[in-house]
């Protein structure tokens, strides 16, 4: 009798998402490895005196999910207790927000900043009635007058301070924004209390960095959150000296010290694949090649299947509420956005944009590009296949971040060259409905393009960019199969709509292959690393609205299980 295996599991449905999206009904778990797939009488010679038989109960028991974009240490300081939550539906107005940092004013003791994230311009009440009206530093200046208050945007592309804030900054109505940033100001010319885009960098220069014991307890509380979701697998996007000046360096490279930390002490629940980012939301292509040498030499990882980095990130342009997305028909109320690079005209910009990828590409590393408005992806993929053609390389695996406004030339050229993109199908669901304001009906139901971009053959994973949003893939895969929004529960784009098999597939094999992964992640077939993630229920029989609320059960990351509320 050859080796017992340690797990078996029987009485469910065994989604494997090979090749054919076959449906079986046991597996068995040896080690770390799937041993086997197929029926009770296939697993049954593999159980032994010390096998845990799971009975699945009828719940349905797939891969790992691999959600392949989500800012993990960021995610954690900015949840609860680390962080005010004045996100959806915590708070419903600006009313709602000044009290909660009324509340925590009340607590914090002086000198000690207040910091928040979550704010959504959709879904603050005064906000909605009056789109003109925006969250400025009169609003936290009367609850707040004496602790600097900084509130992070749901997206990550806008700060809301008071007025205790800017004065710490040293913001007034003659500072002059960084290169790709904007500190908004009022009709009087005085800041209102918003800063956009490159122009964050600003807060994060003045609030102390956060610490070791910080980061390491934000990573903890996230990695705790992607357990009890079934999510074994997730790329850090961004680490490294661009991100120092973002979320109070959570992006920077102290960061990915704190990951290695945590990977010698085996407390790494899920795989974390790292994109490096050598310079942050606004920078030259001299900068971002002086950065990328100097990171080369890391050392590898000694364990890559657990921690490891894929590659690089840019900063393309920014996004659609904030109207600094590049497209290539203006907003509602005019302007078009531009690339946020550095360059004074356009066809600078562009080709500083081409020179950086030029760059990465020439130097063997991946490339992942944020993205979002049409005139901005289609730049890139335009740079993507330069690059190409200049230096060739074999399985590169370049790919544009969000996507949102994805255009068939970009698909064509993505395609052709065996480049992805990253979409972001529970943002889709959040802003679906205020989008219209930004770009009218006809662009925001097209936003984010699943149908087509597979149709085309473009390789397409999904992330949520957490803390954008919460890491939920069931909203996501029930977003993508419905296309309905959050707010008002409409249709949004309907003919982008795409089966279940193909958004599971967004979440598992598709985002192994962004990872470099998929020969031995990604799908339930023997010899592949025990990554699962069990659901209670008939997940593919499910109506697609209940899907949200079916419950995680049981999650395995590399044999070990890591969450467990299915009773045997």
Request: aromatic share 6%; proline share 6%.
């Amino acid at each position: 009798m050859g080796t017992y295996a340690d797990l078996v599991f029987v009485g469910g449905r065994v989604v494997t998402v090979d090749a054919e999206f076959s449906v079986a009904e046991a597996l068995a778990v040896t080690g770390a490895v799937i041993s086997a797939v197929g029926t009770r009488e296939d697993v049954a010679p593999l159980v032994g005196p010390a096998t845990r038989v799971i009975d699945l109960k009828g719940a349905t028991l797939l891969p790992g999910i691999n959600d392949s974009h989500l800012h993990g240490c960021a995610f954690g300081m900015s949840s609860p207790p680390l962080s005010l939550d004045v996100s959806h539906p915590a708070v419903a107005s600006l009313a709602d927000v000044a009290e909660a940092v009324r509340e925590a004013a009340g607590r914090t003791p002086a000198g000690q900043w207040i910091t928040g994230h979550g704010w959504d311009t959709g879904y603050l009440a005064e906000c909605v009635a009056d789109p003109s009206r925006h969250p400025s530093r009169a609003d936290l200046d009367a609850v707040s007058p004496d602790h600097a208050v900084v509130l992070y945007s749901f997206s990550g592309h806008a700060t809301w301070v008071n007025s205790k804030a800017l004065e710490l900054m040293g913001i007034d109505r003659d500072t002059v924004a960084p290169p790709g940033g904007a500190i908004v100001k009022d009709d009087a010319g005085e800041p209102t209390g918003l800063l956009h885009e490159g122009a964050q960098a600003l807060v994060q220069n003045a609030l102390p960095a956060l610490s070791r014991q910080e980061r390491t307890e934000a990573i903890r509380s996230t990695l705790a959150t992607l357990a009890a979701l079934g999510i074994t697998s997730y790329t850090e996007p961004g680490l490294g000296p661009g991100g120092d000046g973002i979320m109070r360096g959570a992006l920077g490279a102290q960061t990915l010290d704190v990951y290695r930390e945590l990977h010698a002490a085996g407390e790494l629940t899920a795989r974390v694949g790292v994109l490096l980012l050598p310079t942050g939301m606004a920078s030259t292509a001299e900068e971002f090649a002086r950065n990328l040498d100097d990171l080369d030499g890391a050392a590898p990882e000694d364990d890559p299947r657990r921690l490891t980095v894929h590659g690089v990130k840019i900063f393309a342009d920014g996004i659609v509420p904030n109207k600094t997305a590049w497209m290539h028909e203006p907003y509602v109320g005019g302007g078009c956005g531009a690339l946020c690079v550095g360059g004074d005209i356009d066809d600078e910009r562009v080709a500083e944009i081409r020179a950086m990828i030029r760059h990465a590409h020439a130097a063997g590393h991946q490339l992942g590009v944020h993205a979002t408005g049409d005139r901005a992806i289609d730049t890139v993929a335009d740079a993507f296949a330069e690059a190409s053609a200049a230096h060739p390389r074999d399985d590169a695996r370049h790919y544009v971040i969000h996507g949102d406004f994805l255009t068939p030339h970009a698909m064509k050229v993505l395609a052709a060259h065996d480049y992805g993109v990253n979409m972001n199908p529970t943002i889709k669901w959040t802003v679906a409905d205020m989008e219209e304001d930004f770009v009218g009906a006809g662009r925001a139901a097209y936003a984010w393009p699943y149908r087509d971009a597979i149709d085309a053959g473009v390789r397409v994973a999904s992330g949520s960019d957490a803390p954008v949003t919460h890491p939920d893939w069931r909203q996501g895969v029930a977003t993508m199969v419905l296309r309905e929004s959050k707010a008002a529960g409409r249709v949004s784009g309907p003919d982008q709509r795409i089966a279940l098999a193909e958004a599971i597939r967004t979440y598992t094999v598709e985002a192994a292959w962004q990872d470099f992964a998929d020969d031995w992640k990604g799908t339930l077939e023997p010899g592949k690393v025990a990554d699962l993630c069990v659901v209670d229920g008939d997940l593919l029989g499910a109506d697609p609205h209940a899907i949200p609320e079916m419950p995680v059960v049981l999650t395995v990351m590399d044999g070990r299980i890591v969450h467990d509320t299915l009773l045997d």
